[in-house]
């Protein structure tokens, strides 16, 4: 297996630390507000990451995070005139619900910030211990001149960072470029520390539970291309300054979902929510069109773009559909697979998680379905489709059929080969109506 790293900016092979196990952790959401479909796009990628190495016969631990400490969480609080924690209750619960909509399993461990805070703590009085950190009036911050290669995960030089710094001046800091990791303040949710009131630096969070739960380098970490430069940078230069390590030694950033050309984001309220897409759109059409496409290039998404691959969806449910009703007919049991289309669909994989061949592999399987005429043919295609599908995270819901279907469906296939076709086409409308064409 080969994998794109960012942290090196070119494909190396890939081998687990840990014979076996795979380490992954995931930048998760800030939860003030529903996600959006440029949200999903990681949540998808990554529950395909997950699945795929549990398939290869891998323990995977995959860690992604939830962001309930923020300012933006306290702005939309103070909004609506609520709790802080009962906002963030309301939002995490509505993630979960959108990751399974989406079809994605829940990660392993899904650590809330606001439950680690104690530790967050004591990571901070270490950076200030070893040099690394310093405290002024308004919070605690790094020293990012302290890190020799800063800016290597994102190919910027810190002359340029600091020479192209947007950052308003601030007094309080040595180096317009140090970040906060504890930020003093008695607004909003805030905690007591050695250093006053206050909370824990967004960069700080991640890079501290990461540290907690896998106290070691990891696999992967990954996340949006726009947490990049200065989220993972920053998270980076942490772990350098405590441990001497790049947290992952694979760093994967999954390209951005634009809409019509335009970066998707809710400043702008050119979004559509997770939830509000799949009321019209099966879940399994969207994240064929997200796997269509290479996990590091962008997507422009657009409402022809979903129809193209809502009409996708429909060809391979059809077909499948049609394959398991003749298999359940004929009472036809022996599962059995293409080993030349699997192993096709692996090398895709295996080649930077090249999700847009292994779904070229999936159509080839589909397109064999359709022309095979024995059992035995329609058995391998159908469980090499739907087993490939499945490390996709789509599945097919198949409803069991009535004796009544049953009849119907023998009916009409006898009906067509006698080219009695108005009186086939009769019951075919009643099986499409029945959701089992």
């Known amino acids: 297996m080969k994998l794109y790293n960012s942290l090196t900016s070119k494909k190396e092979k890939f081998e687990t630390i840990k014979e076996g196990e795979l380490s992954l952790y995931v930048c998760g959401p800030t939860v003030y507000n529903y996600i959006h479909i440029g949200n999903a796009r990681p949540v998808v990628f990554f529950d395909v990451v997950k699945r795929y190495f549990s398939y290869l016969g891998y323990q995977v631990k995959y860690v992604s995070n939830i962001t309930d400490i923020d300012d933006k969480i306290i702005l939309e609080a103070e909004k609506l005139k609520i709790n802080e924690n009962d906002l963030t209750k309301v939002f995490i619960e509505a993630y979960f619900e959108d990751v399974a909509r989406l079809g994605s399993l829940e990660p392993t461990l899904s650590p809330r910030a606001t439950e680690y805070v104690p530790e967050m703590i004591f990571y901070i009085a270490d950076l200030i211990a070893k040099g690394y950190a310093y405290e002024g009036e308004q919070g605690v911050y790094f020293r990012v001149l302290k890190v020799a290669d800063y800016g290597k995960l994102s190919n910027q030089q810190i002359d340029e960072l600091i020479s192209g710094a947007r950052i308003a001046e601030n007094k309080d800091k040595e180096n317009p470029l140090d970040f906060t990791l504890w930020k003093k303040t008695t607004l909003g949710l805030n905690y007591d520390s050695p250093w006053g009131k206050g909370r824990p630096g967004w960069h700080t969070e991640c890079a501290c539970m990461n540290d907690v739960i896998f106290n070691d380098l990891i696999d992967i970490h990954g996340g949006g291309s726009d947490l990049k430069f200065p989220h993972h940078e920053n998270e980076i230069s942490q772990a350098k300054a405590l441990y001497n390590h790049s947290l992952a030694r694979f760093w994967l950033h999954v390209g951005r979902l634009d809409m019509d050309q ?58 499948l559909n049609q394959a398991l009703l003749e298999l359940t007919i004929n009472s036809y049991k022996k599962i059995n697979y293409d080993e030349i289309l699997i192993d096709d669909f692996k090398k895709a994989l295996n080649d930077d998680f090249n999700t847009a061949n292994g779904l070229t592999v999936v159509f080839e399987a589909i397109k064999n379905l359709n022309k095979a005429e024995q059992l035995a043919e329609k058995a391998q295609y159908y469980y090499t489709a739907t087993l490939l599908l499945s490390i996709f995270g789509i599945s097919l819901d198949q409803q069991k059929l009535t004796k009544e279907q049953i009849k119907d469906y023998k009916a009409w296939q006898t009906l067509r080969k006698e080219k009695r076709y108005q009186e086939a086409d009769e019951i075919r409308i009643r099986l499409i109506e029945a959701g089992i064409l």
């Open 262 to 319: 335009e970066k998707m984001s809710k400043s702008l309220g050119n979004i559509i929510l997770v939830r509000d897409l799949l009321k019209e759109t099966p879940y399994q059409a969207f994240r064929m069109l997200i796997l269509a496409h290479h996990y590091r290039q962008p997507i422009n998404y657009s409402a022809s773009l979903m129809e193209q691959f809502n009409n996708e969806w429909e060809r391979v449910k059809r077909a």
